[in-house]
């Protein structure tokens, strides 16, 4: 069974940064993309990055180019999203997500997801 644990989330001011992780299990990490979705109140789910398997290849919604790093540890079943430089429009619930992504496709495997909150 696919498990995927999110965590990091929390409230942050403007400007502020966070690091989300996602623990996997219940598949053979390492040889799977793997991608982060997130969605906003009253919003549909966006997909914000995604990263590949075996070159590790990156990438990412254009709003969060520059402010946001996606990265894995095969070693540890975990993936990690840095975030910085965060304005309150990225406030959202950011899943963990199986399989690649882009702006017209969000993976539908996704973890319970982390809350993050940026607000004075």
């Known amino acids: 069974e696919v498990q995927l644990v999110e965590s990091g989330g929390g409230l942050v001011q403007p400007g502020g940064s966070l690091r989300l992780s996602c623990a996997a299990s219940?598949?053979?990490?390492?040889?799977?993309?793997m991608s982060w979705v997130r969605q906003a109140p009253g919003k549909g789910p966006e997909w914000v990055s995604s990263?590949?398997?075996?070159?590790?290849?990156?990438y990412y919604t254009d709003s969060v180019k520059g402010r946001f790093t996606i990265s894995r540890d095969n070693a540890k079943n975990t993936l990690y999203l840095q975030l910085n430089s965060l304005n309150p429009e990225d406030t959202a619930v950011y899943y963990c997500a199986k399989g690649g992504g882009s702006d017209y496709y969000t993976p539908p495997e996704r973890g319970q997801g982390t809350q993050v909150t940026v607000s004075s």
């Open positions: 219940g598949f053979t990490f390492g040889s799977y993309g």
């Open positions: 990263i590949n398997s075996g070159d590790n290849s990156t």
